[in-house]
Nanobody
Framework: QVQLVESGGGLVQAGGSLTLSCAAS????????MGWFRRTPGEEREFVAD????????AYADSVKGRFTISRDNAKNTVYLQMNSLKPDDTAVYFC????????????????WGQGTQVTVSS
């Protein structure tokens, strides 16, 4: 079992930046892909970004490309999401995800979720 704990959310003005962190604990000896998702009220969780164990070729949702950067520090069992040029539309609860695997219909299977951290972007 792997437990995920996010931190770093908060309130920021449009155009500002935030960095989210997700610390993994428990059975962290496997080479997991890690990801970030977000959910706004009344909506399904949507994919934001993910990164493989090696860190090569991260994937991003079109809505965040060029603004968000996912990275990881395997020695610290931590994955980060650097968010720049934030927009009010980025307001959501952000979730860390263990081993996100896309299905054919665009949904994702996830081994484990963090509890989420709120990001609010004011206009």
């Amino acid at each position: 079992q792997v437990q995920l704990v996010e931190s770093g959310g908060g309130l920021v003005q449009a155009g500002g930046s935030l960095t989210l962190s997700c610390a993994a604990s428990g059975r962290t000896d496997s080479m997991y892909t890690m990801g970030w998702f977000r959910r706004t009220p009344g909506e399904e969780r949507e994919f934001v970004a993910d990164i493989t164990w090696s860190g090569g070729t991260p994937a991003y949702a079109d809505s965040v490309k060029g603004r968000f950067t996912i990275s990881r520090d395997n020695a610290k069992n931590t994955v980060y999401l650097q968010m720049n040029s934030l927009k009010p539309d980025d307001t959501a609860v952000y979730f860390c995800a263990l081993n996100p695997t896309p299905d054919r219909d665009g949904t994702y299977f996830v081994d484990s979720w963090g509890q989420g951290t709120q990001v609010t972007v004011s206009s």
